[in-house]
């Protein structure tokens, strides 16, 4: 991996981006692919996103090994999945401080860490100028891995991480995707409030000088989506079902 004066002369070249994820340029190694929140035991916090207007996929994914299932509600250029702690999911010996850490972000009110993941996915294979580590729970592909981006030992931030390329969502604007009564297509824009006295790691840094994400400060933990650059000129604030606001 480069050294850290990589990521330094990265930033001090490319500056903070506007937030626009749907269309990177050419030479960014990375892309938005999804966000998740971490909810309670079988989601009930989706009827918040339901009556927003946003139709939830079928299917229960269950992430075996990790201890977790989720539901998604699928974009034309990523998707919005909710995860929790699921007692049914088998959990991989070892991985007990992982589900801690799962708890803590259910309980963000409280434990003060982040309830937010932002998923990337590659457009290239160089290498990155951060350390990151990899996980490979047993509902993956053999011989694939995600990569964490977070440090191992940050209990505060977001999880930002890139899937591997069978997982990503294709940038293929053919894939079929649910017609969601708010009129929603493609997010074009993903914002991370952040709580008082947090300094955004060197992942969201990065994340922040390709585009991918921007942050703010604010009272507490929140994730603001916009949709078709806000053509609407609309929002819905999910709160205090969700920490998040849906713009459009």
């Not at 806000?230 to 999910?238: I, M, P, S, V, Y």
Request: proline share 10%; hydrophobic share 40%.
């Amino acid at each position: 991996m480069p050294k850290a004066s990589l990521f330094s002369l990265l930033l001090a070249v490319t500056g903070t981006a506007s937030g626009c994820v749907s269309t990177p340029a050419p030479q960014t190694p990375l892309r938005f692919d999804h966000a998740w929140l971490v909810v309670t035991p079988g989601a009930p916090e989706r009827a918040a996103l339901e009556r927003a207007g946003l139709q939830v996929s079928d299917a229960i994914n269950r992430h075996d090994g990790q201890g977790t299932s989720s539901i998604t509600f699928e974009f034309e250029n990523g998707y919005l999945e909710l995860i929790w702690p699921d007692a049914s999911v088998a959990l991989a010996p070892g991985s007990e401080r992982a589900m801690e850490k799962v708890r803590e972000r259910m309980a963000w009110r409280s434990s003060g860490r982040s309830p937010i993941g932002v998923a990337a996915a590659r457009t290239t294979q160089e290498a990155l100028p951060l350390q990151g580590w990899t996980i490979s729970p047993a509902w993956l592909r053999p011989g694939t891995a995600i990569e964490i981006l977070t440090p191992r030992d940050d209990r505060v931030s977001p999880s930002l991480f890139v899937v591997p390329g069978y997982l990503a969502v294709s940038a293929d604007a053919s894939r079929a995707v649910p017609r969601h009564p708010l009129g929603v297509r493609k997010v074009t824009s993903v914002r991370v409030t952040t709580p008082p006295g947090y300094v955004p790691i060197d992942a969201m840094r990065y994340y922040t000088s390709l585009g991918l994400v921007q942050t703010q400060p604010g009272p507490e933990w929140m994730l603001e989506l916009t949709f078709d650059g806000g053509k609407q000129g609309a929002e819905r604030d999910l709160r205090p079902e969700l920490p998040l606001v849906l713009r459009y």
